[in-house]
């Protein structure tokens, strides 16, 4: 990774040949944080590839001045570009093209410049170019894959990679680089074996050891996963991504123990997706509540929230005040389901507002005594299996919008059944974007559900899958009342499940708001589902009026929504069955 920019420097490169001196500017911002977070590997940079003979013309730099031949001159810019003086670096190469307008490694170093400043297709056409004059640089070949991959084009990416390991078998990132892609692409075994490469040429290299532990994790090969972690965790006992992944595969394998121990380490691991907001209050530990103040406080998704919700009534009958602190569209469902406690909505972008005083927004609140995340109250609360309740709702909606829905859905005297077929697209983070794709379905492909008979079909879609809806065909429109522009929040949409019979969503925010307020619902479930639906099991400790339906192997959904056509047509006749006799 290139470091922070240096103090500037001038160097104002003037070739020898006439004609030459002027200077040329190719402004480029800085560039952002890059796809794929971490994961993902910036060009590195090392002087003097092989490029073939001196350069035909010296090249002079002033202030300070030395005489350089193209090679020398392109090795500065390289310590240019490590340095973050990408202001020079173009200068060189610029003048450097002037002489050479095919010089591969000048056209290579202009393409980092532009991949780093975001510009993927400007990246793209110079590497591409510098490729055709110098086919047998593996450097080139491992940029290449970079730029590709920023442009989510894995297949390509992925060929690349495999160009550059062929000509440098030893190369330092491009094994590990290769195996990113091949797992990303769920393809386990090419993961596998370039991360064994990786380790191969650098045993003592943690990244291909953790990339390992990670893809043996994907590909559910719990056991050999729990072996290449131990291994992980012997090479860095202290390093916190290793600890981060850890808890996902001992939570997964039913070990609350230690995987809530393991889970605390996503406020210091890159690779975590949670706000760790730094308020000045003592973290609690466990300590006695009577007569204390707590402050609750959400840290990731809605869905992990309503989850860790399960816990607060615990927390509130022990305590003499809590404050819940949450995502803005949940104040009003945690308002009617806690009024013992005092429910604030907290913007993400207003970390600082717990340390301004006085906190007009909180009320008075003479002491605050603790705080605790969400996600580490099940340290605290549940260690074992029977720790979780076995309870039959824990959020309650707001009796005057369940009795709107009510008015609303009257004419619908059949089976009623919620639908919710695709999770948040994230297209800010595309780590999650990733996530949402593989456990989302369209619309279309739930239509096998749509010809059971006596079902009345109701979409609780938000998101741009709402839209299917409408471009839907019109059987299919007919087949579905389309809710969505009634649910502000999720006290609307609490209160539209509660006048449904069952819902049938895929792993969302949906799931645990159903299953939250006591409601059947039936969770489809991709192949590698979250680590809190477990393995082989339908049934989840978190909601006890969960079913869940898997897909059999990687990407079935035919399968899943198979078994929950079959399962629907069966509880529909129960349920006629079962309104005759009581009437």
Same mark, same amino acid.
């Given at each position: 990774?290139?470091?922070?920019?240096?103090?500037?420097?001038?160097?104002?490169?003037?070739?020898?040949?006439?004609?030459?001196?002027?200077?040329?500017?190719?402004?480029?911002?800085p560039?952002?944080?890059?796809a794929?977070?971490?994961?993902?590997?910036?060009?590195?940079?090392?002087?003097?590839?092989?490029?073939?003979?001196?350069?035909?013309?010296?090249?002079?730099?002033?202030?300070?001045?030395?005489?350089?031949?193209?090679?020398?001159?392109?090795?500065?810019?390289?310590?240019?570009?490590n340095?973050?003086?990408?202001?020079?670096?173009?200068?060189?190469?610029l003048?450097?093209?002037?002489?050479?307008?095919?010089?591969?490694?000048a056209?290579h170093?202009?393409?980092?410049?532009?991949?780093?400043?975001?510009?993927?297709?400007?990246?793209?056409?110079?590497?591409?170019?510098?490729?055709?004059i110098?086919?047998?640089?593996?450097?080139?070949?491992y940029?290449?894959?970079?730029?590709?991959?920023?442009?989510?084009?894995?297949?390509?990416?992925?060929?690349?990679?495999?160009?550059?390991v062929?000509?440098?078998?030893?190369?330092?990132?491009?094994?590990?680089?290769?195996?990113?892609?091949?797992?990303?692409?769920?393809?386990?075994?090419?993961?596998?074996?370039?991360?064994?490469?990786a380790?191969?040429?650098?045993?003592?290299?943690?990244?291909?050891?953790?990339?390992?532990?990670?893809?043996?994790?994907?590909?559910?090969?719990?056991?050999?996963?729990?072996?290449?972690?131990?291994?992980?965790?012997?090479?860095?006992?202290?390093?916190?991504?290793?600890?981060?992944?850890? &808890? =996902?595969?001992?939570? %997964? $394998?039913? !070990?609350? @123990?230690?995987?809530?121990?393991?889970? +605390?380490?996503?406020?210091v691991?890159?690779?975590?997706?949670?706000?760790?907001y730094?308020?000045?209050?003592p973290r609690?530990?466990?300590?006695?509540?009577?007569?204390?103040?707590?402050?609750?406080?959400?840290?990731?998704?809605?869905?992990?929230?309503?989850?860790?919700?399960?816990?607060?009534?615990?927390?509130?009958?022990?305590a003499?005040?809590?404050?819940?602190?949450?995502?803005?569209?949940?104040?009003?469902?945690?308002?009617?389901?806690?009024?013992?406690?005092?429910v604030?909505p907290?913007l993400?972008?207003?970390?600082?507002?717990?340390?301004?005083?006085?906190?007009?927004?909180?009320?008075?609140?003479?002491?605050?005594?603790?705080?605790?995340p969400?996600?580490?109250?099940?340290?605290l609360?549940?260690?074992?299996?029977?720790?979780?309740? &076995? =309870?039959?709702?824990y %959020? $309650?909606? !707001?009796? @005057?919008?369940?009795?709107a829905?009510? +008015?609303?859905l009257?004419?619908?005297?059949?089976?009623?059944?919620?639908?919710?077929?695709?999770?948040?697209?994230?297209?800010?983070?595309?780590?999650?974007?990733?996530?949402?794709?593989?456990?989302?379905?369209?619309?279309?492909?739930?239509?096998?559900l749509?010809?059971?008979?006596?079902?009345?079909?109701?979409?609780?879609?938000?998101?741009?899958?709402?839209?299917?809806?409408?471009?839907?065909?019109?059987?299919?429109?007919?087949?579905?009342?389309?809710?969505?522009a009634?649910?502000?929040d999720?006290?609307?949409?609490?209160?539209?499940?509660?006048n449904?019979?069952?819902?049938?969503?895929?792993?969302?925010?949906?799931?645990?708001?159903?299953?939250?307020?006591?409601?059947?619902?039936?969770?489809?479930?991709?192949?590698?589902?979250?680590?809190?639906? =477990?393995?082989?099991?339908?049934?989840?400790?978190?909601?006890?009026?969960?079913?869940?339906?898997?897909?059999?192997?990687?990407?079935d959904?035919?399968?899943?929504?198979?078994?929950?056509?079959?399962?629907?047509?069966?509880?529909?006749?129960?349920?006629?069955?079962t309104?005759?006799?009581?009437?």
């Amino acid at each position: 990774m290139y470091g922070m920019r240096a103090a500037k420097r001038k160097y104002d490169i003037v070739l020898s040949r006439a004609g030459l001196g002027r200077r040329r500017r190719f402004y480029c911002p800085p560039a952002g944080r890059r796809a794929g977070g971490a994961r993902a590997r910036i060009i590195p940079m090392t002087p003097n590839s092989a490029l073939g003979p001196a350069a035909v013309a010296p090249v002079t730099a002033v202030a300070p001045a030395q005489t350089l031949s193209i090679p020398q001159a392109l090795d500065l810019a390289v310590t240019h570009l490590n340095a973050g003086r990408r202001g020079e670096v173009e200068n060189i190469c610029l003048k450097v093209l002037d002489v050479e307008p095919d010089n591969a490694q000048a056209l290579h170093l202009v393409a980092v410049l532009a991949h780093l400043a975001g510009k993927q297709g400007i990246a793209l056409a110079l590497i591409e170019k510098a490729l055709r004059i110098a086919p047998g640089d593996a450097q080139f070949h491992y940029n290449h894959g970079v730029v590709l991959g920023s442009l989510r084009r894995p297949e390509a990416a992925l060929a690349a990679y495999r160009q550059a390991v062929a000509l440098d078998p030893r190369h330092p990132n491009a094994w590990a680089n290769l195996g990113n892609i091949a797992l990303d692409l769920d393809r386990f075994d090419e993961a596998l074996d370039a991360y064994a490469r990786a380790l191969g040429n650098n045993p003592h290299d943690l990244n291909p050891a953790l990339a390992s532990a990670i893809a043996l994790f994907a590909a559910r090969r719990l056991d050999a996963s729990a072996a290449a972690f131990a291994r992980a965790l012997q090479m860095a006992p202290q390093e916190p991504r290793v600890h981060w992944e850890h &808890a =996902h595969l001992c939570l %997964l $394998r039913g !070990d609350f @123990a230690q995987g809530w121990e393991e889970y +605390e380490s996503r406020f210091v691991s890159p690779q975590s997706n949670v706000w760790n907001y730094p308020y000045p209050y003592p973290r609690w530990t466990g300590e006695p509540l009577a007569g204390k103040t707590i402050v609750l406080h959400g840290e990731q998704g809605l869905g992990d929230e309503i989850m860790f919700a399960s816990i607060y009534a615990e927390v509130i009958a022990e305590a003499a005040q809590v404050i819940i602190c949450c995502q803005p569209h949940l104040a009003p469902l945690f308002r009617d389901s806690f009024p013992a406690a005092q429910v604030v909505p907290q913007l993400r972008n207003d970390a600082d507002a717990w340390t301004r005083r006085p906190v007009d927004w909180v009320g008075d609140v003479p002491r605050i005594h603790y705080q605790i995340p969400f996600g580490s109250l099940a340290r605290l609360r549940r260690r074992t299996r029977a720790e979780f309740p &076995a =309870h039959t709702g824990y %959020l $309650r909606a !707001d009796p @005057a919008r369940v009795a709107a829905w009510q +008015e609303k859905l009257a004419p619908l005297t059949g089976y009623r059944v919620g639908l919710c077929w695709a999770a948040n697209p994230a297209i800010e983070d595309p780590m999650a974007a990733r996530r949402s794709r593989k456990k989302s379905l369209t619309l279309q492909q739930l239509e096998p559900l749509l010809d059971v008979e006596g079902v009345n079909f109701i979409s609780l879609q938000t998101w741009e899958a709402a839209a299917q809806v409408a471009a839907a065909s019109p059987a299919t429109r007919a087949r579905i009342l389309d809710a969505s522009a009634g649910l502000k929040d999720f006290a609307d949409t609490a209160a539209l499940i509660m006048n449904l019979d069952l819902v049938i969503t895929v792993d969302t925010s949906v799931a645990h708001l159903a299953g939250a307020l006591g409601k059947p619902v039936w969770i489809l479930l991709p192949w590698q589902a979250d680590w809190r639906w =477990h393995v082989d099991t339908d049934e989840s400790e978190w909601y006890p009026s969960a079913r869940l339906l898997r897909q059999p192997q990687l990407s079935d959904w035919a399968s899943v929504i198979g078994q929950a056509r079959a399962a629907l047509a069966a509880a529909v006749p129960q349920k006629t069955a079962t309104a005759a006799s009581a009437a």
